[in-house]
């Protein structure tokens, strides 16, 4: 036999997999061995080969699933490397998806449990809300809305754009009006989520082609709720600063989340109004947010922050006084930067109650 042979029990050792793993490797054509003893049916491997086994034994740690190493340890290095990177970006989306329904989860608990102050100063939203055409597109496909609890934007894509977002806001208006139903605001929320699925799919001929994105926010006295999904987007201007409180479903994106991209470049990427999610194709992100006297909220659909910077949006938001005049100045601006797409905007102050 040739000496750089190895037994099954020594190639195991040398290469940190078990001698089952390295039979249940051969059989998913994972790893074959390089020779198998035909009278004793023994695996031989050679040397040459640790250097894959021990890719197989750092992807499985990894936990990517073995149809996918076999991808991996198909392709040259280069591209091995891009895929692993694609996987570990899909695998940080997905917890990042948990890692908020956790927080979501665990605010709504600790809040229930938490003791009522009397001194608490009542809070309610002071809100405006406005979508224009713009001076590029024929129509205005975008829906905002905003109401005492309820604040919206969605931007329809497809012939039936403009139904597709108009019918997702409106099967969340019951939200805004009356009492709030009973039960908890997340499954009130996907309850909602689910009844605007539908009514898109009622007001389209429900193809790919017609959809909607849908970033709304839902006021519970003392917290926000939010829902989103696509590429409108959800900002916080608190003590100052703005934060951005949505991610993308973009392409761009999910290039930018992978290090393929940076964020400089994706605002001139060719595709980067190619949107990876939509209403009914995904579950929702959730948030839950603690509202606090002075916050701002800002809605904006894609035609405000794809050509307005986002130093130059938290200028705006910091220098108008009522979200009327906030509003209109964003959407000016939009305007002004050429108003290449529908632009919708929604603000709403956290101000104290005057009833
Ligand atoms: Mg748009």
Redesign the pocket.
């Known amino acids: 036999m040739d000496v750089r042979m190895l037994t099954i029990g020594a190639f195991a050792k040398a290469s940190r997999l078990s001698p089952k793993a390295l039979r249940l490797y051969d059989e998913l054509n994972l790893l074959r061995p390089a020779r198998v003893d035909p009278d004793t049916g023994y695996r031989y491997y050679a040397l040459g080969q640790l250097e894959r086994a021990r890719l197989v034994a750092w992807l499985r740690r990894l936990g990517m699933p073995l149809a996918r190493i076999r991808e991996v340890c198909a392709l040259d290095p280069s591209a091995a490397a891009g895929e692993i990177r694609a996987y570990w970006a899909g695998v940080e989306a997905e917890t990042a998806l948990r890692r908020d329904l956790a927080g979501f989860l665990i605010e709504q608990l600790a809040s229930g449990a938490r003791p009522i102050r009397k001194d608490t100063t009542m809070l309610e939203l002071r809100y405006f809300a406005h979508s224009d055409r713009g001076l590029v597109r024929a129509a205005n496909q975008?829906t905002a809305y905003a109401g005492g609890r309820l604040l919206a934007v969605a931007?329809g894509f497809g012939p039936a754009g403009a139904p597709a977002s108009g019918a997702a806001v409106e099967a969340l208006r019951f939200l805004d009006t009356g009492e709030l139903p009973a039960g908890d605001v997340l499954n009130l929320l996907q309850d909602a989520v689910r009844g605007a699925t539908d009514a898109v799919r009622d007001a389209t001929d429900g193809t790919d082609e017609n959809g909607t994105t849908l970033t709304a926010l839902l006021w519970t006295g003392s917290r926000l709720a939010l829902v989103h999904v696509g590429d409108s987007r959800a900002y916080l201007l608190r003590d100052g600063g703005l934060f951005r409180i949505t991610h993308d479903h973009t392409m761009v994106q999910s290039l930018i989340d992978e290090g393929r991209l940076t964020p400089e470049e994706a605002t001139s990427h060719p595709q980067r109004?190619l949107l990876l999610k939509c209403l009914g194709t995904t579950a929702p992100d959730l948030r839950l947010h603690d509202a606090a006297l002075g916050d701002r909220y800002l809605l904006c659909?894609?035609?405000l922050s794809s050509v307005v910077p986002e130093a130059r949006v938290r200028d705006l938001l910091s220098t108008t006084d009522s979200p009327d005049e906030t509003v209109l100045a964003l959407v000016a601006e939009a305007n002004a930067a050429g108003g290449p797409?529908?632009v919708s905007c929604v603000v709403a102050d956290v101000v104290e109650a005057t009833a």
């Open positions: 975008d931007d109004a659909s894609d035609g797409d529908n």
